[in-house]
């Protein structure tokens, strides 16, 4: 993980697939639920399923953490559509060394992620989202 603790199977597909079936059937039901964790969460299992596909991150620690974070600022990116909220909230909370040159990183991916989100919720429902706001304007 980001901080040092390794809990085999916690940023995994099953647990991928769980959590965003878990939270579609939530938040379709109207349940009231913040879906902001479990959208860092899911961003977190993409990134690391994503670099095991690549002997670079597969096999550098650092890179995989580096991958991790930038999942989780893109997580907080499309939960709240502010990129740069997404980039601090990593740099304050996930990241104990965070390159400079990363942080641009982290800010161009969620830029490009939030019209991506914009899209896909305006697609399936008529009501006004901040994400689909965002598409919009």
């Known amino acids: 993980m980001v901080l040092g603790f390794v809990i085999h199977g916690y940023l995994g597909g099953r647990v991928l697939f769980t959590k965003s079936v878990g939270l579609a059937l939530s938040v379709a039901s109207g ?9 860092v969460h899911i961003a977190s299992c993409i990134g690391n399923i994503i670099s095991r596909f690549f002997s670079k991150y597969e096999n550098n620690e650092a ?7 930038a999942a989780c600022a893109a997580g907080v ?4 559509g502010a990129p740069i909220g997404g980039t601090l909230f990593s740099l304050e909370e996930v ?4 390159p400079p ?5 982290f800010v161009c991916q969620s830029i490009l992620l939030i019209p991506i989100a914009g899209y896909v919720e305006k697609v399936g429902t008529k009501e006004k989202t901040i994400a689909a706001a965002q598409v919009d304007s």
């Open 31 to 39: 349940l009231s639920l913040g879906k902001e964790g479990p959208f």
């Open 63 to 69: 890179k995989r953490r580096e991958i991790l974070s």
């Open 77 to 80: 990116a499309v939960a709240f």
């Open 95 to 98: 990241s104990y060394f965070f």
């Open 101 to 105: 040159k990363a942080s641009n990183r």
